[in-house]
């Protein structure tokens, strides 16, 4: 069980001179040894795909997001395709997806000849907006072109979507929804956590998520029983058990026994990480209220801070003087999915999606992860003061 031990020391004495956006090193430090004992398991029984380490993280997602099944995959991006693909997404359907993410996104629908359709988001939240969700698929069916199949809301920086409105918006037009929750697992919506917000939930374990592994690697969590077997079919090459008969077309997309091994003594951790984030994210917006546009959290829900994100004016300006001082910001993202070369062909001529477009502009992301220091926010804080000055 994670409790506040398994965190690091909290330092008092040392001063602060610079703060890098992620820092793996102190929780490599607490975890080392324990994750390098699960790894020499795995070496000793040489069950490298699909061993029992992947079983047991399967059932301990399952168990952490009080979801029915979880099942281990190589990747964020893979998720999103296999969900997609268990769906019975083919070419002629419109998957809507917001136009402020990554463009993994939007990436993961192209290979099954369907269309991104995108998607303006809130103002406040970041995440994709209801209101211009059904205005998207009120003129996707106008046209006639496409087939409306899938919502695919993005749980952006760790906040859940408004999953509530959305799913009941899909519904009208009988789609179904696939949370893309690369950077939210571990949050919660009311007495929900991630994995059981919508029908399948994709994931991602990349090194610097709240759940991070060493390497590529992700997850799908979902209730229904038909998915989770489409889903272990298709990541591997469309088998079912250990047969050689292909039941369906798959994928080379399975969960290495090493980064699960990796991810069995994280998720020991998670839930302190978690509140350490919590509580650093709290100490940002008090510091900084008032002053700067701060996230957003509605009542009932619970970000699993993967990013903190803010609004700031001059923002490229305001990100070099920071660097100088020694503080790590990230940008994500700065140019919305409409706009990327790749995606221009699914972006109709004269498509605005204003404040995906703003966003693009403002958005910075300050140092968090499950090792900061109260101390360390105080400093970012104070420069990103005299750099905006």
């Not at 956006?21 to 490599?28: V, Y």
């Not at 998207?136 to 006639?144: H, L, Q, R, S, T």
Request: with cysteine.
């Amino acid at each position: 069980m994670a409790t506040a031990e398994t965190l690091a020391p909290v330092a008092t004495e040392e001063t602060v001179t610079s703060v890098g956006l992620f820092d793996l090193t102190r929780q490599r430090d607490r975890l080392g040894a324990r994750i390098e004992a699960r790894i020499d398991d795995v070496l000793r029984h040489g069950q490298f795909i699909l061993g029992p380490e992947v079983v047991e993280l399967e059932e301990k997602l399952a168990a952490f997001a009080e979801a029915r099944h979880a099942i281990g995959v190589s990747s964020g991006r893979d998720a999103l395709t296999m969900a997609l693909m268990a769906l019975g997404v083919q070419p002629g359907d419109a998957v809507f997806v917001p136009g402020f993410t990554f463009s993994a996104s939007a990436a993961a629908v192209a290979p099954l000849g369907a269309v991104p359709v995108f998607v303006d988001v809130d103002e406040d939240t970041f995440n994709m907006d209801p209101d211009a969700l059904k205005a998207a698929i009120a003129a996707v069916i106008a046209e006639g072109r496409l087939n409306p199949k899938v919502v695919m809301p993005v749980d952006l920086y760790g906040l859940p979507a408004d999953y509530d409105r959305i799913s009941a918006i899909a519904a009208e037009s009988g789609m179904r929804v696939l949370a893309d929750a690369a950077q939210s697992f571990g949050a919660i919506m009311g007495n929900r956590r991630v994995g059981t917000l919508a029908p399948i939930t994709a994931t991602s374990f990349y090194p610097t998520k709240p759940l991070g592994c060493y390497g590529d690697g992700g997850a799908i969590l979902t209730e229904d029983e038909e998915l989770s077997e489409a889903i272990k079919m298709i990541r591997t090459h469309g088998r079912q058990g250990s047969g050689d008969e292909a039941m369906r077309i798959g994928m080379t997309a399975r969960l290495d026994t090493i980064q699960a091994a990796v991810l069995l003594i994280k998720l020991e951790a998670f839930a302190a990480e978690l509140d350490r984030r919590e509580q650093m994210a709290a100490l940002y917006t008090e510091l900084l209220a008032g002053d700067f546009a701060t996230p957003v959290v509605p009542a009932g829900m619970r970000s699993a801070w993967a990013l903190y994100t803010i609004r700031v004016p001059n923002r490229d300006q305001v990100r070099e003087r920071l660097a100088q001082m020694g503080v790590g910001t990230g940008l994500f993202y700065r140019v919305p999915l409409h706009k990327h070369p790749a995606f221009e062909q699914w972006a109709p001529d004269g498509l605005s999606l204003p404040v995906s477009e703003r966003l693009a502009e403002e958005v910075l992301s300050l140092p968090i992860h499950g090792d900061i220091e109260a101390r360390e926010v105080r400093f970012v804080v104070d420069c990103l003061r005299k750099a905006v000055g």
